[in-house]
């Protein structure tokens, strides 16, 4: 069993920086693959970036490719989303995801555990 929280939400104007943060519960958190999902309003729930359990492999959605960064501290049990140059429509509740699975969660059926989300409000 694996519990998520996520921290680091907010309000930020467009062009600006947030780091989100992910704790994870569970001393078998670094045999976890973890990902984020983000969820705007009105709109299905989707992918933004995965990491290894290692750290070694990373996969983005092509709309955050070069812009977000994801990381993980697995002594820390905790992983980051480095967010930069942020978008109005970048705007969404932003979830943490864990996979027991060899492969990166990249879609919502590969995610085992969820956190409870997020809010990030991009303002133009």
């Known amino acids: 069993q694996v519990q998520l929280v996520e921290s680091g939400g907010g309000l930020v104007q467009a062009g600006g920086s947030l780091r989100l943060s992910c704790a994870a519960s569970?001393?078998?958190?670094?045999?976890?693959?973890m990902g984020w999902f983000r969820q705007a309003p009105g709109k299905e729930r989707e992918f933004v970036a995965a990491?290894?359990?290692?750290?070694?492999?990373?996969y983005y959605a092509d709309s955050v490719k070069g812009r977000f960064t994801v990381s993980r501290d697995n002594a820390k049990n905790t992983v980051y989303l480095q967010m930069n140059s942020l978008k109005p429509e970048d705007t969404a509740v932003y979830f943490c995801?864990?996979?027991?699975?060899?492969?990166?969660?990249?879609?919502?059926?590969?995610?085992?555990?969820w956190g409870q989300g997020t809010q990030v409000t991009v303002s133009s």
């Open positions: 995801a864990a996979s027991s699975r060899p492969a990166l969660p990249t879609m919502i059926h590969d995610v085992e555990y």
């Open positions: 569970g001393r078998t958190f670094s045999s976890y693959a």
């Open positions: 990491m290894s359990w290692s750290g070694g492999n990373t």
